[in-house]
């Protein structure tokens, strides 16, 4: 069988171009080197536990219609449906001084703020309603809409005429920071920190880093369409997009690693995989990060060198280290899911092991435990260059994964006799298994610095999609990037 499409992996903005290409009639094939599809966003099992291996965070995926969310736009072209769980409070924020909840319900949320500073709670909701003023403007042209090349014009004056008028006056903080925002508004050094911790949560970098519209968008999705779960973990919707993709005639081949990309006289060819098998189409997506994309899948004399060199420049965020357990849950009835703990006050909140993030999955999905017992997992930014696989490598995993229990022991203070099941993963774990650049969370390309690239390489015919193409970072994001570059592949 011969293919129009080969996409190079099948991370969530792999699947939702090869997914879309698929029902625009596209003959596609998704080559994934892994044995699991989804990428950052695959589910994997052990011993009766189905672990996320990354996001847990998601709003607007169920069954609210208009959603927002640019995958369940992509699941409703494609015909699939997801079943989610709604949850409120979002999550606790645990500071050394305290632990606070942190509601979808935007009153909720301010008057939580309240409690702890009321001067602040006031500026909080200023700050908010500033981003949320933009989140109005972006929220009326529905990302399945969208393209990548001159011909998005026509269809916004002839479709969106009013709201691109309404975003006129919002074009100054469009690619401005939050933290500008923040400066406008907020005092309160309380206030601040928790801005601060969001904006890391959601891009790597405090709020001088993040650009405006990821957090309105997430303040105004979390305030409007709530946060969900998925049913069947992240995995689940991984599942969805892999249905849509083979409901439309697309293929997916696991356990397919691709060696290179080939290129001649500046056009790309086809793929060779890693057993040797040519595959050849006249359009190649890489779903594989722009350094991975760009050192291992193309040969250096294929690109222009002072492309190749600036992209190759891009800063990029740590990796992680990761913490699965699977945990015995007597006596756990009141556990809630989501916990950020920050552990030292003293120390900035990007510092490896001072943020944790918790993530606890089976209390909104029984089913993802074995009966009486949770499945938990933990993580934090951990710097790649530290580590190798010499003969203190186990030695080392064990030390650097106590930060990591210590985080949990504030939500669970005798977790460490409830532990039926551990598995540590280090900045090297996530790089194998995610075949991820230095296992990073995704380029650092901070707000006023530069622009995410876009889908286009100097190379006829190939493109790029995922986390470091525009818009950036996260499941939303990486949807939005399969979008803009399935639609501007067709007419
Ligand atoms: C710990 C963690 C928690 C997160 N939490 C959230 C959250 O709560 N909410 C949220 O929205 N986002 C979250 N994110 C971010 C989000 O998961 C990612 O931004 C997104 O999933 C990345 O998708 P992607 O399309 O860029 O592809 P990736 O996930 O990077 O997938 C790329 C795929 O390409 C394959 N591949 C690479 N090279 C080759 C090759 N040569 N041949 C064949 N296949 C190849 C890989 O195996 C992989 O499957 C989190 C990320 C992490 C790591």
């Not at 938990?376 to 260059?385: G, I, K, R």
Request: glycine letters at 10%.
């Amino acid at each position: 069988m011969s293919f129009e499409v080969i996409v190079i992996g099948s991370g969530i903005g792999g699947l939702t171009a090869a997914a879309l290409l698929g029902r625009y009639h596209k003959r596609v094939l998704v080559c994934e080197s892994h044995a699991i599809a989804g990428g950052a966003a695959h589910s994997f099992t052990r011993r009766g536990f189905t672990f996320d291996s990354g996001p847990s965070f998601y709003c607007g995926l169920g069954n609210q219609r208009p959603s927002l969310n640019p995958l369940r736009q992509v699941l409703d072209v494609l015909g699939e449906s997801l079943q989610v769980v709604s949850y409120d409070p979002l999550g606790h924020y645990h500071f050394p001084e305290g632990s606070f909840p942190v509601y979808c319900d935007a009153q909720r949320y301010r008057e939580a703020v309240a409690e702890i500073t009321p001067q602040g709670a006031k500026e909080l909701a200023q700050f908010e309603q500033r981003l949320l003023s933009l989140y109005d403007c972006l929220k009326d042209i529905p990302t399945i809409a969208l393209r990548a090349d001159w011909r998005l014009i026509p269809i916004l004056l002839s479709n969106y005429l009013p709201t691109i008028v309404k975003m006129l006056p919002q074009l100054g903080i469009i690619q401005g920071s939050v933290g500008k925002v923040m400066d406008q508004y907020v005092r309160d050094p309380w206030v601040r920190r928790l801005i601060d911790l969001e904006c890391f949560l959601l891009s790597g970098l405090k709020a001088h880093g993040t650009v405006a519209p990821e957090v309105a968008f997430m303040l105004g999705e979390r305030s409007r369409a709530g946060v969900e779960y998925p049913v069947g973990g992240s995995g689940a919707i991984v599942a969805a997009l892999v249905r849509g993709l083979q409901h439309w005639g697309g293929e997916l081949r696991l356990n397919t690693h691709v060696e290179q990309i080939l290129v001649a006289e500046g056009k790309v060819l086809g793929v060779r995989l890693r057993n040797g098998e040519v595959i050849e189409a006249p359009v190649v997506i890489s779903n594989a990060t722009l350094w991975d994309t760009y050192t291992k899948l193309l040969q250096e004399e294929d690109l222009p060198p002072s492309y190749r060199q600036s992209s190759l420049a891009t800063p990029a965020v740590d990796s992680f280290m990761h913490l699965h357990l699977g945990i015995q849950a007597e006596g756990l009835e009141q556990l809630t899911g989501h916990h950020v703990v920050v552990q030292d006050a003293n120390k900035d909140i990007t510092e490896p092991g001072n943020t944790c993030m918790i993530s606890i999955p089976s209390v909104w999905d029984r089913n993802l435990a074995p009966e009486g017992h949770h499945v938990v997992h933990v993580y934090s930014l951990e710097p790649y260059a530290d580590w190798c696989r010499d003969e203190l490598y186990q030695e080392k995993k064990k030390m650097r994964s106590q930060p990591l229990l210590c985080a949990l022991e504030r939500i669970i203070p005798d977790i460490r006799e409830r532990i039926v099941l551990e598995l540590i993963g280090t900045p090297l774990t996530h790089a194998h298994y995610l075949r991820r650049y230095q296992g990073t969370y995704g380029p650092a390309i901070a707000a006023g610095k530069g622009l995410f690239p876009g889908y286009q390489t100097p190379i006829k015919g190939l493109y790029r999609v995922g986390d470091s193409t525009m818009p950036g970072i996260g499941v939303p994001a990486v949807a939005a990037s399969g979008i803009l570059c399935a639609n501007t592949l067709v007419d």
